[in-house]
């Protein structure tokens, strides 16, 4: 037990000082914007498909138990607004960060972890190359933009698909659905969720880049880090959702 809690303080620990690491070096030389833009098409668009897919099986999964269980209390008016409020405060912004989160992270640490067991990270430094600028911030930069943009498609696609399975399993008027729906989502509803995508994009990618770069035993730790980082994201995503969750109401509500 002892041992345990030594390595999950060790871990949080690690996980802070790159996060302090980051961000002295946003501000050094040089700005490296190729492997920003080469980062931006690894996450985003290589992370569409998966990202889009869930967005609207998830919109209409839960438009059509909502509108069943809703029914029954003459309520069924409303699915549209909670559908709505529900994808983009919470399963938008969430399923995106785990789903696109663990393939980015895990891809990232598989990379990092190569070049730690293979000494490239040594090699690195022994050229005087700070390689926390070079390797860790064009990822958490280009993590910032992709996980907002990803956000907003998958908010926008699990919405439309809850009105279009509203209008052929209930046979719902989708200009009625619209209005009801557009009159009761206001945007700081839209831009809560987005400003949880930047924070667990940031979160996301810092996870990823640590156990990458802490990576010991050759190719079987690396593959226990590989495993690590796709369970670390998905609980760091959900723990950090509720905190996040508390300040936007304490601020905004």
């Known amino acids: 037990m002892e041992a345990y809690l030594r390595r999950t303080a060790i871990w949080y620990g690690g996980v802070g000082l790159l996060t302090g690491q980051v961000a002295r070096s946003l501000a050094l030389p040089p700005k490296y914007f190729r492997l920003v833009i080469h980062e931006i098409e690894v996450m985003g668009v290589q992370s569409l498909g998966v990202a889009l897919t869930a967005a609207i099986f998830t919109g209409m999964v839960f438009t059509i138990q909502s509108a069943v269980n809703m029914a029954r ?7 549209g607004p909670l559908t709505a409020l529900a994808i983009l405060r919470e ?3 969430v399923l995106t960060a785990i789903l ?3 393939k980015v992270a ?3 640490t ?4 190569s070049m730690k067991v293979t000494e490239q990270i040594d090699a690195l430094r022994t050229l005087g190359v700070n390689y926390i600028k070079r390797l860790v911030v064009p990822r958490v930069l280009a993590a910032l ?10 908010d926008a696609i699990g919405i439309l ?3 279009g399975i509203m209008f052929l399993e209930r046979g719902a008027d989708v200009y009625a659905y619209w209005n009801i729906t557009t009159y009761w989502v206001v945007p700081k509803d839209f831009v809560t969720g987005i400003g949880k995508s930047v924070f667990f994009g940031a979160i996301v990618t810092l ?4 156990n990458g770069l802490s990576t010991e035993g050759g190719t079987e730790g690396l593959g226990r880090a590989t495993t690590a980082t796709v369970v670390h994201v998905t609980m760091g995503v959900i723990v950090c959702d509720f905190f996040i969750t508390k300040l936007f109401l304490t601020l905004f509500y």
Request: charged letters at 5%; proline letters at 5%.
């Open 73 to 79: 209390f003459g309520a069924e008016m409303y699915v």
């Open 91 to 93: 399963l938008g912004p």
């Open 100 to 102: 696109v989160g663990g």
């Open 106 to 108: 895990s891809g990232i």
């Open 110 to 113: 598989a990379e990092l972890g």
């Open 145 to 154: 933009i992709v996980f907002p943009l990803l956000t907003v498609l998958a």
């Open 161 to 163: 698909g809850g009105m």
């Open 207 to 210: 996870i990823g880049c640590y």
